[in-house]
Antibody, heavy 120, light 107 residues
Framework: QVQLVQSGAEVKKPGASVRVSCKAS????????LHWVRQAPGQGLEWMGW????????MFAPKFLGWVSMTRDTSISTAYMEMTGLKSNDTAVYHC?????????????WGIGTTVTVSS | DIQMTQSPFTLSASVGDRVTITCRAS??????LAWYQQKPGKVPKLLIY???SIESGVPSRFSGSGFDREFTLTISSLQPEDLATYYC?????????FGQGTKLEIK
């Protein structure tokens, strides 16, 4: 079945970097965009951006430009999201999600999330 | 950025009730709207896309409607398992913003 398996929880100090992985299975990796969405504790969903696994093209919400990057390794059907210069308010659960439909912007399968805690 | 505003913030209803959640966009998004359900401790689940198209496997008591700036998600007969927070999301233009969520409680 279609699955997105994410890497484990991370604890980082302010100013550090973190990389979260998202391994896809059960479908052709390069055929669907992957989105990243975060959810701070007790808060709502925040769309961060997407990567086109076929071309490597990316798009980010403005607040994530310049300090978040998204890459992929098609040989192992895995996408990565890296954040630099972490702040305490980046503490959140980070989900990857597959984009479907001709728009690629509807998210039908979600990873269970990776908890990133930023604390001194 | 397009702002998405949901109402109400919280909603308490009884099993069997008809429930409606509203989502308003700060500008026209045509019908590029999705609804997601997030049960406590779970990941979001796609319910509705393109404002009114129901995702495969979603119970028929869920329906969506709307166009331009105002949209609704309706549960025709509330079930206990519908306890969740519901989010709308526009995908007309980036950034693809979510509403703040509506928490649905069962009386």
């Amino acid at each position: 079945q279609v699955q997105l398996v994410q890497s484990g929880a991370e604890v980082k100090k302010p100013g550090a970097s973190v990389r979260v992985s998202c391994k896809a299975s059960g479908y052709i990796f390069i055929d669907y965009y992957l989105h990243w969405v975060r959810q701070a504790p007790g808060q709502g969903l925040e769309w961060m951006g997407w990567i086109n696994p076929n071309s490597g093209a990316t798009m980010f919400a403005p607040k994530f430009l310049g300090w978040v990057s998204m890459t992929r390794d098609t040989s192992i059907s895995t996408a990565y999201m890296e954040m630099t210069g972490l702040k305490s308010n980046d503490t959140a659960v980070y989900h990857c999600a597959r984009g479907i439909d001709h728009t690629n912007m509807i998210m039908d399968v979600w990873g269970i999330g990776t908890t990133v805690t930023v604390s001194s | 950025d397009i702002q998405m505003t949901q109402s109400p913030f919280t909603l308490s209803a009884s099993v069997g009730d008809r429930v409606t959640i509203t989502c308003r966009a700060s500008q026209s998004i045509r019908t590029w709207l999705a609804w997601y359900q997030q049960k406590p401790g779970k990941v979001p689940k796609l319910l509705i896309y393109k404002a009114s198209s129901i995702e495969s496997g979603v119970p028929s008591r869920f329906s969506g409607s709307g166009f331009d700036r105002e949209f609704t998600l309706t549960i025709s007969s509330l079930q206990p398992e519908d306890l969740a927070t519901y989010y709308c999301q526009q995908y007309d233009s980036d950034p693809y913003t979510f509403g703040q969520g509506t928490k649905l409680e069962i009386k």
